[in-house]
């Protein structure tokens, strides 16, 4: 009796994470898409409030704003590509030549990133006051803080329910 418990537990541990995963090409796309726009709208919402946006300025500033935006992603997710083809290994175990790769490559993507910010605020300073174009660049960086609290505290109950797990694997009687 004790054997088959212990067997069905093992089973349901195991197959637990082969629902929960959602790794398929086409999902991470959706989700990342999804997360784009929801992120735009409320940027949207953000800056025309804060930034007191006229519909002059409107019109001139969002079609900029979502190129900036694009670049801005773009840059973003090949490093997180690159960066996510070392993420389950150990990086102090990779050799000195990998690890110098990653060293430049994120060295080149935190330089573009910092060219488009810099052409882009010369961009918006065409189409807004220099004081409107400041608020934005606080805004943003508030709204980059929200989301990193928010990740940080979506992160702690993903991390206490894989403690939990590895408890209760750890619970079962070996034989």
Not at 8 to 16: D, F, S, Y
Not at 50 to 76: A, C, G, H, T
Request: with cysteine; hydrophobic share 35%; aromatic share 6%.
């Amino acid at each position: 009796m004790k054997r088959n418990l212990i067997l069905v537990l093992l089973a349901l541990a195991l197959t637990i994470p082969a629902f929960a995963q959602k790794d398929c090409p086409e999902c991470k796309e959706k989700e990342r898409k999804a997360a784009q726009m929801k992120m735009m709208k409320m940027k949207r919402a953000t800056f025309t409030q804060n930034l007191k946006l006229s519909e002059e300025e409107s019109e001139k500033f969002w079609p900029l704003y979502e190129q900036y935006n694009d670049e801005i992603n773009s840059v973003i997710e090949k490093q997180h590509s690159m960066m996510s083809k070392f993420h389950e290994k150990d990086l102090l175990g990779i050799d000195e030549e990998s690890a110098l790769v990653i060293i430049k490559q994120n060295s080149i993507a935190e330089k573009d990133l910092a060219e488009i910010k810099i052409r882009y605020y010369e961009k918006f300073l065409s189409v807004l006051p220099a004081q409107k174009v400041a608020k934005l660049i606080k805004e943003e960086k508030q709204i980059m803080h929200k989301i990193r609290k928010r990740d940080r505290q979506e992160a702690k109950p993903q991390e206490q329910i894989q403690k939990k797990e590895q408890n209760s694997l750890q619970l079962v009687p070996k034989k």
